[in-house]
């Protein structure tokens, strides 16, 4: 019996079925995600795999973590600084070089910019290129000595000058024109064997390199999903939007763009714009698929290797 409701509601009353319900992600070019919710008793017991809520925010949170540390290692970022060091060492700086250097370390009237120094972005936090500087000082250069920092406070003050300069480096202040330093042609090479399935230089994908500054392009190719990086992507493609097929066990069929699911119903907007909701506890033996149309580029963003990275960019870079 498939019930039809036409607002949102939770359904956090007893009688839970037992919703065998699981989301795989497997690594093929045309994802299908199956989730079939078995018949179950009332009040019997609650769903003991992970379910299709559960995964689908999981692996929502997830592809953002690992677009930010895809980003860190194409920027060749580097582990952020431990956070509590880090800000230890912004109070030591701010009171000690703060005045020089600018509290920010962004320069000052007595000191120069920090966050875009050698010294220190060779240093990566460590405190053994700023240790000697701070502990020596630069004698008739205008950096007094400050021979009585611990190893530990000069660690706690690198710690804070590396989160500068990644934030630095995140707001693209100078690796910009860095970035795109791989080989073109193997990424082309990589584009024919991994893109072309679904993409098209000529087609979709021509003049990409226009649309998009290198950053925000890598971004795009790293994981296209806007609700990743809120305010920074383009508007929702449709293109982009999960569909959903459910089967009920009287053979009706209804698909459409998947707009809500959860442990205990799911909900979808078919053609016309009608929504539909099922709730799995009323309709034994439902079949629920989902189709996300960027699955792909999760399994590929955990098979890039660093130079797959550059190449790919160098390759959609000459899309212009
Ligand atoms: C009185 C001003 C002053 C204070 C206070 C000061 N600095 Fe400096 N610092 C300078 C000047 C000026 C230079 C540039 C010296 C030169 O030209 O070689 C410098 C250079 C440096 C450099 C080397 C930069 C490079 O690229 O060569 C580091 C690192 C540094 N300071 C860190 C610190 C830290 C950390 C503190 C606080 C513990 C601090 N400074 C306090 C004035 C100051
Ligand atoms: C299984 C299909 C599939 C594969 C394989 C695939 N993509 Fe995508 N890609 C999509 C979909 C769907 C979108 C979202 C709709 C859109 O923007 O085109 C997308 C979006 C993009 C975008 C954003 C386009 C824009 O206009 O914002 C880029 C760039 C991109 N993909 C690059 C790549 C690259 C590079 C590869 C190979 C390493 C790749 N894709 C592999 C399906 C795929």
């Given at each position: 019996?498939?019930?039809?409701?036409?607002?949102?509601?939770?359904?956090?009353a007893?009688?839970i079925?037992?919703?065998?319900?699981?989301?795989?992600?497997?690594?093929?070019a045309d994802?299908q995600?199956?989730q079939?919710?078995t018949?179950?008793?009332?009040?019997?017991?609650?769903?003991?795999?992970?379910s299709?809520?559960?995964?689908?925010?999981q692996?929502?949170?997830r592809?953002?973590?690992e677009?930010?540390e895809?980003?860190r290692?194409?920027?060749?970022?580097g582990?952020p600084?431990n956070?509590?060091?880090?800000?230890r060492g912004?109070?030591i700086?701010?009171?000690?070089c703060?005045?020089?250097?600018g509290?920010?370390?962004?320069?000052?009237?007595?000191?120069?910019?920090?966050?875009r120094?050698?010294?220190?972005?060779?240093?990566?936090?460590?405190?053994?290129?700023?240790g000697?500087?701070?502990?020596?000082?630069?004698?008739?250069?205008g950096?007094p000595?400050?021979?009585?920092?611990?190893?530990d406070?000069?660690?706690d003050?690198a710690?804070?000058?590396?989160?500068?300069?990644?934030a630095?480096?995140?707001?693209?202040?100078?690796?910009?024109?860095?970035?795109?330093?791989?080989?073109?042609?193997?990424g082309?090479?990589y584009f024919?064997?991994h893109?072309?399935?679904?993409?098209?230089?000529a087609?979709?994908?021509?003049?990409?390199?226009?649309?998009y500054?290198?950053?925000?392009?890598e971004g795009?190719?790293?994981y296209p999903?806007?609700?990743?990086?809120?305010g920074?992507?383009?508007?929702p493609?449709?293109?982009a939007e999960k569909?959903?097929t459910?089967?009920l066990?009287?053979?009706?069929?209804?698909?459409?763009?998947?707009?809500?699911?959860d442990?205990?119903?799911?909900?979808?907007?078919d053609?016309?714009?009608?929504?539909r909701?099922?709730?799995y506890?009323d309709?034994?033996?439902i079949l629920?698929?989902v189709?996300d149309?960027l699955a792909?580029?999760?399994?590929l963003l955990?098979?890039?290797?660093n130079?797959?990275?550059?190449?790919?960019?160098?390759?959609?870079?000459?899309?212009?």
């Amino acid at each position: 019996m498939a019930i039809r409701i036409w607002a949102m509601c939770f359904l956090l009353a007893a009688g839970i079925s037992a919703v065998q319900a699981q989301q795989q992600n497997s690594p093929t070019a045309d994802q299908q995600t199956t989730q079939s919710a078995t018949s179950g008793e009332k009040g019997g017991t609650p769903p003991n795999k992970s379910s299709p809520e559960q995964s689908a925010q999981q692996s929502q949170a997830r592809s953002s973590e690992e677009v930010r540390e895809a980003i860190r290692k194409f920027l060749a970022i580097g582990a952020p600084p431990n956070p509590q060091a880090a800000k230890r060492g912004q109070a030591i700086f701010v009171s000690t070089c703060g005045f020089c250097h600018g509290p920010n370390a962004t320069g000052g009237a007595q000191g120069p910019n920090l966050v875009r120094s050698t010294v220190v972005l060779h240093d990566q936090g460590t405190g053994k290129d700023i240790g000697p500087v701070v502990h020596n000082g630069r004698p008739g250069k205008g950096m007094p000595s400050f021979p009585n920092f611990t190893d530990d406070q000069i660690h706690d003050i690198a710690q804070f000058l590396l989160g500068r300069t990644q934030a630095a480096a995140n707001r693209m202040d100078y690796t910009i024109q860095n970035i795109v330093t791989g080989d073109p042609r193997a990424g082309q090479t990589y584009f024919q064997a991994h893109c072309s399935s679904c993409h098209s230089p000529a087609g979709d994908l021509a003049r990409i390199a226009k649309k998009y500054d290198p950053v925000s392009l890598e971004g795009r190719f790293l994981y296209p999903g806007n609700s990743n990086r809120p305010g920074m992507g383009p508007p929702p493609d449709p293109r982009a939007e999960k569909h959903v097929t459910v089967t009920l066990p009287s053979g009706g069929v209804y698909s459409g763009v998947l707009v809500h699911i959860d442990d205990f119903s799911v909900a979808l907007r078919d053609s016309s714009g009608a929504y539909r909701s099922w709730i799995y506890n009323d309709v034994k033996g439902i079949l629920v698929e989902v189709h996300d149309p960027l699955a792909q580029h999760l399994v590929l963003l955990h098979q890039y290797s660093n130079a797959d990275m550059h190449n790919l960019l160098a390759y959609l870079e000459t899309l212009k």
